[in-house]
């Protein structure tokens, strides 16, 4: 398989409910809740495109756009961007969708590096 081949079939999708105890004062998604989910749909891309042991080494620009209020459907879409020797990128985007509506935007996006390590947790190669 190639490594084209190998990026799409490592597409991650997951789908939330945005419930109160998700959410801060301002009854919307805290931040740091919000980029433990990306982390870890991340993770789960990085994974089934090496089958290798990842682990996060960066989390690089995140841009947060929209608040994302309780009540709301979350869907998070994990995608490879870069492929290197040991590493690679993994661009999260996070949309919203009304409960009930058919409204859909998007509200976070971010870019997570990750490294394949081997038992040693030394890093070794993923193509």
Same mark, same amino acid.
């Given at each position: ?15 939330k ?34 089958? $290798?042991?990842? =682990?996060? #080494?960066s ?9 994302? !209020? +309780?009540? /709301? ?5 994990a ?8 590493s690679? $990128?993994?661009? =999260?985007? #996070? ?10 935007? !998007? +509200?976070? /996006? ?10 040693n ?7």
């Open positions: 398989m190639t490594v084209e081949e190998r990026k799409i079939k490592a597409e991650t999708r997951v789908f409910a945005v419930f109160p105890n998700t959410t801060n004062h301002y009854d919307t998604l805290f931040g740091g809740t919000a980029m433990s989910m990306m982390d870890e749909v991340a993770f789960i891309a990085a994974t089934r495109f090496s089958r $290798k042991k990842m =682990v996060t #080494i989390s690089d620009k995140i841009d947060f756009t929209q608040p994302i !209020k +309780a009540g /709301t459907i979350i869907e998070l879409i995608n490879i961007t870069h492929v290197g020797n040991t690679l $990128k993994v661009r =999260v985007d #996070i949309f919203t969708e009304e409960m009930y509506s058919d409204k859909r935007e !998007k +509200a976070i /996006t971010g870019t997570f590096t990750f490294v394949a390590i081997d038992e947790k030394k890093p070794v190669s993923i193509l």
